[in-house]
């Protein structure tokens, strides 16, 4: 990646200039110790096969089926503009961020998640997509702590999250958050997982949230968005050892 003055600075070394606990300060973050909390896990547990946990959960038809849906939305009107900026929060290893990018090949992709291991494993695919360490409940700020470091855009045409929402402490920030860095005529889609009662997600998968019912997420999304829709994703689940829960998607348009 190329630093704002253009000097070539390794993503590797990026991490760990970064003073985590710093960084929430500075961005407000409300809970950090269960910040902290969910770095470790996904640093442990998934940055290394997260890729293989999702062909796991969804399989190859049920991925592409959520590519699918990010694509679609992107490409109905107002289409996005071929050298669209696009934003990934909480984008984990990428392995969503990747396969959208493909369908948009002269767009630019930013992947910013909190969690530098997720972000490195992204990294190591060596792939146009520009990662960058931030949280989801203050995106502005956390983009604009990262341009001390790199070139990285204030608004965005378009903005997606998969998987993420379950795992914020306050998800109603999120939408809040994109919205401020969506640009006029921006579109956001959020993918996540309905209401379920497997408790024992949160000390599997780290969750906070036992997914969302559907009314939950149009209010949260309203506080934001005049243009909001939200519905289930029938035909596919997250299944995991026998469990299976069903998405949802919301799809956001910031009218000017
Ligand atoms: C279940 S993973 C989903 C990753 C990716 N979107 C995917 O679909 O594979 C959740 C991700 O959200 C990140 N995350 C959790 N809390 C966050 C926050 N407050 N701000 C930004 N990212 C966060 C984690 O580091 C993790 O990479």
């Not at 970064?18 to 973050?29: A, D, N, P, Y």
């Not at 969690?115 to 604009?144: D, Q, Y």
């Not at 009662?197 to 906070?208: P, V």
């Amino acid at each position: 990646m190329q630093d704002k003055d253009g000097v070539e600075t390794s993503f590797e070394e990026y991490p760990n200039q970064l003073e985590l606990s710093r960084l929430f300060e500075k961005l407000g973050v409300s809970d950090s110790e269960l910040l902290a909390k969910e770095i470790r896990h996904f640093t442990e547990e998934e940055a290394e096969k997260r890729d293989q946990i999702l062909i796991n959960y969804f399989g190859e038809e049920g991925v592409n089926r959520i590519v699918n849906k990010i694509i679609e939305f992107f490409s109905s009107p107002p289409e996005l503009p071929p050298d669209a900026d696009v934003l990934d929060v909480g984008a984990g290893t990428g392995f969503f961020t990747l396969k959208v990018a493909e369908k948009f090949p002269k767009a630019c992709f930013y992947a910013m998640d909190i969690t530098p291991a997720m972000l490195l494993s992204l990294v190591r695919k060596n792939t146009n997509v520009k990662p960058f360490v931030g949280v989801a409940e203050n995106i502005e700020g956390s983009i604009r702590e990262a341009r001390t470091h790199f070139n990285i855009p204030l608004k965005f045409d378009a903005v997606f999250s998969t998987l993420m929402l379950h795992h914020i402490v306050q998800p109603e920030k999120v939408f809040e958050s994109i919205k401020k860095v969506l640009k006029q005529d921006g579109k956001a889609i959020i993918i996540d997982l309905c209401e379920h009662s497997f408790e024992e997600f949160r000390r599997e998968m780290g969750d906070i949230h036992l997914g969302f019912n559907l009314e939950e997420v149009c209010k949260m999304a309203r506080k934001s968005f005049s243009n909001v829709e939200v519905n289930t994703m029938p035909g596919i689940g997250c299944k995991c050892s026998g469990r299976s829960v069903e998405l949802f998607v919301a799809y956001m348009q910031n009218s000017p």
